[in-house]
């Protein structure tokens, strides 16, 4: 059973910057994307971003283009979401995530959490001043 966890989480002022990790017990490669989604106090859960395995493409929510970035290092079975200009309505739990599964289109990752196959257990960010 694949197992993911988060790190990288806590607080930080707004404009700051943080970088969230996600380690996984075993090659993710063959798996066909990596999403991270998050959830706020009362707010139901969304999507960020997504890297697709076969070739690391990318997607993002609208409200995070330019702002988070997200990579990989398959050496090390580790996603990382570079999160930066952060505001305060970032503010929540961030989650990533494994897809087992094709996308007929890849860009609906992030809006397709209940596709995914695997969670991990969540790190929080706070963004107070």
């Known amino acids: 059973q694949l197992q993911l966890v988060e790190s990288g989480g806590g607080l930080v002022q707004p404009g700051g910057s943080l970088r969230l990790s996600c380690a996984a017990s075993?090659?993710?490669?063959?798996?066909?994307?990596i999403g991270w989604f998050r959830q706020a106090p009362g707010k139901e859960r969304e999507g960020v971003s997504c890297i697709r395995s076969r070739d690391n493409s990318t997607v993002y929510a609208e409200s995070m283009k330019g702002r988070f970035t997200i990579s990989r290092d398959n050496a090390k079975n580790t996603v990382y979401l570079q999160m930066n200009s952060l505001k305060l309505e970032d503010t929540a739990v961030y989650y990533c995530?494994?897809?087992?599964?094709?996308?007929?289109?890849?860009?609906?990752?992030?809006?397709?959490?209940?596709?995914?196959?695997?969670w991990g257990k969540g790190t929080l960010v706070t963004v107070s001043s």
């Open positions: 995530a494994v897809r087992a599964l094709r996308l007929l289109v890849f860009r609906q990752c992030v809006h397709a959490a209940d596709g995914m196959n695997y």
């Open positions: 075993e090659s993710t490669s063959d798996y066909y994307a």
